[in-house]
């Protein structure tokens, strides 16, 4: 029997019994369409990822005081503007670095009043943070010099304060200390502010000396800053971190984050998932490949009558053997074909509702494929054998 008679055989018989084929390759059909869609959901999931650490900067970092530590948390320990000014001088592949200090407290504006993050800092604020300007500017390198009296806000405190009106020029009163509205923020539509939780804090940004003066205030919560090559991020924090502690005579006392340990920590989480989702994938297609089996072997018994008048006309073992070999194949080459045509779709879907890349995988598709072709082989490999050895005289007289 040459291979394309066996082909048309076995379709022959998968066309007989219809519904049964079908139900026999689900398994087949659920379990590839999952390995599919969620290889291809989690390559558009880490494409996502890396656009955004682009977007943000590969090279931020931000350092802070520990909470506690060897060298304890008193006012020894925390940062200042000049310890800003002694890393940049002593680590030239510092690119940027300013100083952050954070007050949560109330805004009053228009007989409206809201609460916010005021944050004092450095015009080069918003070019590090990559964060776009809606309306108005940023304050200048003049106005910081000053100390002028001037905040930028972010649209979600804006539409707090001064809802559909325009917030430019007008005066928010911030610590009994009123100050001029010169900007606002674009919303954050990043990823990383899509998978916040919880309710959303408001932000206010103003020149470092007045934020020092509205809250009397000297402390430095954070420092930040990029370096010029992605390259130098870790060696430059491990040096920053030193340097900290030789100045305040402290021990381990000072930590920084970058975007890099969100990056790692993310495609943790989605290779834990992938793996898991990934592994009642692989159980869905054992169940499945021992539907093929159990299918096959009816079917052996069903045409036992049939395999003893194909050997009594002279069908040799190797002719049966692929006859039934052939239709676990084709049965599980079609659940996988069907299976990756579901998967590809879902996939498409997925990453158009997170609004990520949808990234097809050559590998996934072409080793589905393969484990179709194997599940057929492994499991109806036995069926056919069994098929195969059957006595033409015994077959004939099998009621």
Known sequence: MSLLEGLRGALFSLRTNKLRSGLTMLGIIIGIAAVIAVVTVGLGGKAAIMQEMEKSGVNLFVMYTKSGGNGGQGDGSRLTLQDGESLKRALPQIKTLLPASVEYTA????????????VGTTPEFADLRNRDIARGRFFSEEEFSADRRVVVIDQTLGDQLFGAGNPLGQQVIIASVPCRVIGVLAKDVSMFAQFNVG??????????????????????????????????????????????????????????????QLVQSANMIMRILTSFIGLVAGIS?????????????????????????????????????L?????????????????????????????????????????????????????????GFYPALKAAKLEPMAALRYE
């Open 107 to 118: 805004l009053e504006a228009n007989q409206r009043r809201s609460s916010a993050m005021v």
């Open 199 to 260: 309710p959303q804090n408001a932000y206010a940004y103003m020149p470092w000396g007045t934020w020092s003066d509205v809250f009397q205030s000297r402390q430095v919560d954070q420092l930040e800053g990029a370096t010029y090559r992605e390259a130098d991020l870790a060696s430059t924090i491990d040096s920053a971190k030193r340097i900290l502690n030789v100045r305040h005579g402290t021990t381990n006392q000072y930590e920084a984050f970058n975007v890099q």
């Open 285 to 321: 297609l054992l169940v499945g490949g021992i539907g093929i089996m159990n299918i096959m072997l009816v079917s052996v018994t069903e045409r036992t009558r049939e395999i003893g008048l194909r050997k009594a006309v002279g069908a040799k073992e190797r002719d049966i053997l």
């Open 323 to 379: 006859q039934f070999l052939l239709e676990a194949i084709v049965l599980s080459l079609i659940g996988g074909i069907i299976g990756i045509a579901l998967g590809v779709g879902s996939a498409l879907v997925a990453s158009h509702l997170l609004n990520w890349p949808p990234l097809l995988s050559g590998w996934a598709i072409i080793s589905a494929v393969s484990f179709s072709i194997g599940v057929g082989l492994f499991f």
